[in-house]
């Protein structure tokens, strides 16, 4: 079965960092397009760092607010996607999901994808 689950949450003071790691199983993540996305209290889902699968071009996307900041990876060896974060934000605070989908090439909004983790809690203050 497709599993994605994620890991590498945490409490950190603004400036500081941290990498989140999703450990998928079930299917090859180079196969899939892969996401990030985020969640804060009150506020809608809303997509963070998106990858298009290697077969096609592995091309990354991200939101103004994170670009410069964040990074999105894929290690095919360990079938793991990762999102580096840096210079965190209080802003940044919410819980973060991954996800994946078989096209390989979605559009970086949530309903394009298929399968998620349970979610990992980022917590920026001071």
């Known amino acids: 079965q497709v599993q994605l689950v994620e890991s590498g949450g945490g409490l950190v003071q603004p400036g500081g960092s941290l990498r989140l790691s999703c450990a998928a199983s079930?299917?090859?993540?180079?196969?899939?397009?892969l996401g990030w996305f985020r969640q804060a209290p009150g506020k809608e889902r809303e997509a963070v760092s998106c990858?298009?699968?290697?077969?096609?071009?592995?091309?990354?996307h991200y939101i103004d607010s994170v670009k410069g900041r964040f990074t999105i990876s894929r290690d095919n060896a360990q079938n793991t996607l990762y999102l580096q974060m840096n210079n965190l934000k209080p802003e940044d605070t919410a819980v973060y999901y991954c996800?994946?989908?078989?096209?390989?090439?979605?559009?970086?909004?949530?309903?394009?994808?298929?399968?998620w983790g349970q979610g990992t809690q980022v917590t920026v203050s001071s």
């Open positions: 990858l298009s699968s290697g077969s096609y071009s592995g091309s990354e």
């Open positions: 996800a994946a989908d078989e096209v390989g090439v979605a559009l970086c909004a949530s309903a394009y994808f298929s399968s």
């Open positions: 079930g299917f090859t993540l180079d196969d899939y397009a």
